[in-house]
């Protein structure tokens, strides 16, 4: 058996607290494709880092060509072949496609005259059997001609081992199989592959060998008759004993609060969804199924064509929503945090209507309103404190408090948990629990597990599409994976 190309041994790396890698092997023979997956939050970003130099190791080493790499680092992996195409475009717009290859190949001493780097760009594209040209602007390409673009340039800078991180994330169909092609050219003329992907039917036709994360540390390793579909989904789901699972709700079907028709905004396309007063409804699915988008053309933040109704009236903006009693909590916390502000501020912002009089803010009612809000959702941290200086924690039950100040009973809710510790998410949840119960919550998550615990129905999306829908008792981690991460047909759902 060939020596590995590369391998990392017993990595272990933490960020304060958090351990983002625990011990993890893992060794990629030369000439084979070797699949990385495992849910969001596994390790598999840190681990790409680690392999690539961007980041050290707190323990462990890497090893290339049987050799351990004391001080391994960007410059040192890629002077020994290592090159990863990222799942975000890393191109010049404004450049052509020649120009975009050759870029960056003097460090490899790989640059020559304008003609030459372009004769060169031209051969290279025809060796991997893509038919783009050469002078073609990058702007004129669609995605998944741009992405062919980055494997190329890879192939010209000399690549031994290439880490392809979710190339196929928000293409089409065709693209992907464009993308699928592509790489399996490269590896007929010997570059050797990491292939990330939350696809899991492309991880089986692309790979030799796949290694399941969870939790920061390696879960399988699978090769030859154990590489199968049920068993990659069984080892990414793991068992989650001491998760919260709720009691359903029984109360669905009965007052429509919120019904979305046709609604679309690439990459969602075709949504049509009703949402039951006392229910919480998810949203599953990876980036570009669509699911990033869902709250934001719900409502009317982002919508290209089709209609919101809240209990029976058009709404199309976010000022109409929030008028209709429906508040949004954004995914990037960031983009509803003022620097600057308070808690205090930062509450009562909603309710200035209520809490103002004659066009002057009632300073007493503002108060009493965010101190009961605030005490609701056990936010720690006076309320003249800086909402930026808090834990995100904190930051995510103040963001929903100032909903419940302003009397909001429907919740849209983005990737709640991102940035939460353990304690914090628990607590959360258990907000967004609480209020589903009494009203209504939509909730939009790429972590299954945050929609196992708060959801009564969960919409799976893939491609664009709702592929499956969860009711009840079938909503769990397992069913959420399979529905958002094997090819499926879209289906109508209510």
Same mark, same amino acid.
């Given at each position: 058996?060939?020596?590995?190309?590369v391998?990392?041994?017993?990595? $272990?790396?933490?960020?304060?607290?958090?351990?983002?890698?625990?011990?993890?092997?893992?060794?990629?023979?030369?000439?084979?494709?070797?699949?990385?997956?495992g849910?969001?939050?596994?390790?598999?970003?840190?681990?790409?880092?680690?392999?690539?130099?961007m980041?050290?190791?707190?323990?462990?080493n890497?090893?290339?060509?049987?050799?351990?790499?004391?001080?391994?680092?960007?410059?040192?992996?890629?002077?020994?072949?290592?090159?990863?195409?990222?799942?975000?475009? @890393?191109? =010049?717009?404004?450049?052509?496609?020649?120009?975009?290859?050759?870029?960056?190949?003097?460090?490899?001493? %790989?640059?020559?005259?304008?003609?030459?780097?372009?004769?060169?760009?031209?051969?290279?594209?025809?060796?991997? *059997?893509?038919?783009?040209?050469?002078?073609?602007?990058? %702007?004129?390409?669609?995605?998944?001609?741009?992405?062919?673009?980055?494997?190329?340039? +890879?192939?010209?800078?000399?690549?031994?081992?290439?880490?392809?991180d979710?190339? +196929?994330? *928000?293409?089409?169909?065709?693209?992907?199989?464009?993308?699928?092609?592509?790489?399996?050219?490269?590896?007929? &003329?010997?570059?050797?592959?990491?292939?990330?992907?939350? #696809?899991?039917?492309?991880?089986?036709? +692309?790979?030799?060998?796949?290694?399941?994360?969870?939790?920061?540390?390696?879960?399988?390793?699978?090769?030859?008759?154990?590489?199968?579909?049920?068993?990659?989904?069984?080892?990414?789901? *793991?068992?989650?004993?001491e998760?919260?699972?709720?009691?359903?709700?029984?109360?669905?079907?009965?007052?429509?609060?919120?019904?979305?028709?046709?609604?679309?905004?690439?990459?969602? &396309?075709?949504?049509?969804?009703?949402? #039951?007063?006392?229910?919480?409804?998810?949203?599953?699915?990876?980036?570009?199924?669509?699911?990033?988008?869902?709250i934001?053309?719900?409502? *009317?933040?982002? &919508?290209?064509?089709?209609?919101?109704? =809240?209990?029976?009236?058009? =709404?199309?903006?976010?000022?109409?929503?929030?008028r209709?009693?429906?508040?949004?909590?954004?995914?990037?916390? #960031?983009?509803?945090?003022?620097?600057?502000?308070?808690?205090?501020?930062?509450l $009562?912002?909603?309710?200035?209507?209520?809490?103002?009089?004659?066009?002057f803010?009632?300073?007493?009612?503002?108060?009493?309103?965010?101190? @009961?809000?605030?005490?609701?959702?056990?936010?720690?941290?006076?309320?003249?404190?800086e909402?930026?200086?808090?834990s995100?924690?904190?930051?995510?039950?103040? %963001?929903?408090?100032?909903?419940?100040?302003?009397?909001?009973?429907?919740?849209?809710?983005?990737?709640?948990?991102?940035?939460?510790?353990?304690?914090?998410?628990?607590?959360?949840?258990?907000?967004?629990?609480?209020?589903?119960?009494?009203?209504?919550?939509?909730?939009?998550?790429?972590?299954?597990?945050?929609l196992?615990?708060?959801?009564?129905?969960?919409?799976?999306?893939?491609?664009?599409a709702?592929?499956?829908?969860?009711?009840?008792?079938?909503?769990?981690e397992?069913?959420?994976?399979?529905?958002?991460?094997?090819?499926?047909?879209?289906?109508? @759902?209510?």
């Amino acid at each position: 058996m060939a020596a590995p190309l590369v391998a990392a041994q017993e990595i $272990s790396k933490s960020f304060g607290l958090t351990r983002a890698l625990d011990g993890v092997s893992l060794s990629v023979a030369p000439g084979s494709v070797h699949g990385l997956i495992g849910p969001n939050g596994s390790g598999k970003s840190t681990l790409i880092r680690m392999l690539t130099g961007m980041e050290t190791p707190d323990r462990g080493n890497i090893v290339m060509d049987g050799t351990a790499q004391p001080h391994w680092a960007a410059g040192q992996a890629r002077a020994l072949g290592v090159e990863l195409v990222p799942q975000e475009l @890393a191109l =010049v717009p404004v450049f052509k496609v020649w120009e975009n290859i050759v870029l960056g190949a003097e460090a490899h001493g %790989l640059r020559m005259s304008k003609s030459d780097d372009r004769a060169k760009a031209r051969a290279v594209l025809d060796e991997l *059997g893509l038919d783009i040209g050469v002078d073609e602007d990058m %702007l004129t390409l669609d995605p998944g001609e741009q992405r062919l673009v980055m494997f190329a340039r +890879t192939f010209h800078r000399k690549a031994r081992l290439l880490i392809a991180d979710e190339p +196929t994330a *928000g293409l089409g169909e065709k693209d992907s199989r464009t993308v699928i092609d592509a790489l399996k050219r490269l590896r007929a &003329r010997g570059v050797t592959m990491i292939f990330v992907s939350h #696809y899991l039917s492309e991880v089986m036709e +692309t790979c030799d060998e796949v290694t399941v994360m969870r939790d920061g540390r390696v879960a399988a390793r699978l090769s030859g008759a154990s590489l199968t579909l049920d068993r990659m989904i069984r080892e990414m789901a *793991g068992v989650h004993a001491e998760r919260n699972v709720p009691a359903r709700s029984a109360a669905r079907k009965e007052k429509l609060i919120i019904e979305g028709r046709h609604l679309a905004m690439p990459p969602l &396309r075709q949504l049509n969804f009703k949402l #039951y007063e006392n229910e919480c409804l998810g949203f599953a699915g990876l980036l570009g199924s669509g699911r990033e988008k869902a709250i934001d053309v719900i409502s *009317g933040a982002a &919508r290209l064509w089709g209609s919101v109704r =809240v209990r029976g009236e058009f =709404v199309e903006t976010p000022r109409e929503a929030v008028r209709a009693g429906v508040g949004v909590l954004n995914g990037s916390r #960031y983009l509803s945090i003022v620097p600057g502000w308070s808690v205090l501020k930062h509450l $009562s912002l909603p309710s200035l209507d209520q809490t103002s009089r004659f066009g002057f803010i009632d300073g007493r009612r503002e108060r009493e309103g965010a101190e @009961a809000a605030a005490k609701r959702l056990r936010v720690k941290a006076a309320l003249e404190d800086e909402l930026a200086d808090l834990s995100g924690g904190n930051q995510q039950r103040a %963001l929903l408090a100032r909903w419940l100040m302003c009397g909001s009973d429907v919740l849209l809710i983005d990737e709640p948990c991102v940035g939460v510790d353990i304690a914090a998410r628990t607590e959360l949840l258990a907000a967004i629990r609480v209020f589903a119960r009494a009203h209504a919550v939509v909730l939009a998550s790429s972590d299954p597990m945050d929609l196992v615990e708060c959801c009564d129905r969960v919409l799976c999306l893939r491609k664009g599409a709702v592929v499956k829908e969860l009711v009840g008792e079938e909503i769990s981690e397992e069913a959420i994976l399979r529905a958002t991460m094997t090819a499926a047909k879209a289906t109508e @759902a209510v």
